[in-house]
């Protein structure tokens, strides 16, 4: 059975941090492309940052650029979300999502993050 598992969302103040995971399993994670991806209320889910399979490829939305860094570790079928100097506007659902060329996308359940002012 394929799941993706997030964890370690939660409440935070202004310019605090958290490292978000995303744990995998019933698929070959290895080669797997992962991804980030977040959905505040009212708006639409959008791209945060992707990391490639072999995790030396990664990119950012320009709103996190500088803040956030993905990473993954494949022993593991771990996709981790390191968070820094967050703000209001990173209130959100993330969820991970693992894709590949040539076999169906997964999706985790999301994770609440909420940032106070």
């Known amino acids: 059975q394929v799941q993706l598992v997030e964890s370690w969302g939660g409440l935070v103040q202004v310019g605090g941090s958290l490292r978000l995971s995303c744990a995998a399993s019933?698929?070959?994670?290895?080669?797997?492309?992962m991804s980030w991806y977040r959905q505040a209320p009212g708006k639409e889910r959008e791209l945060v940052a992707e990391?490639?399979?072999?995790?030396?490829?990664?990119d950012y939305a320009g709103s996190v650029k500088g803040r956030f860094t993905i990473s993954r570790d494949n022993n593991k079928n771990t996709t981790y979300l390191q968070m820094n100097n967050l703000t209001p506007e990173d209130t959100a659902v993330y969820y991970c999502?693992?894709?590949?060329?040539?076999?169906?996308?997964?999706w985790g359940q999301g994770t609440q993050v909420t940032v106070s002012s």
């Open positions: 999502k693992a894709t590949h060329r040539y076999f169906s996308d997964y």
């Open positions: 019933g698929f070959k994670f290895s080669i797997y492309f």
């Open positions: 990391i490639s399979r072999g995790g030396d490829d990664t």
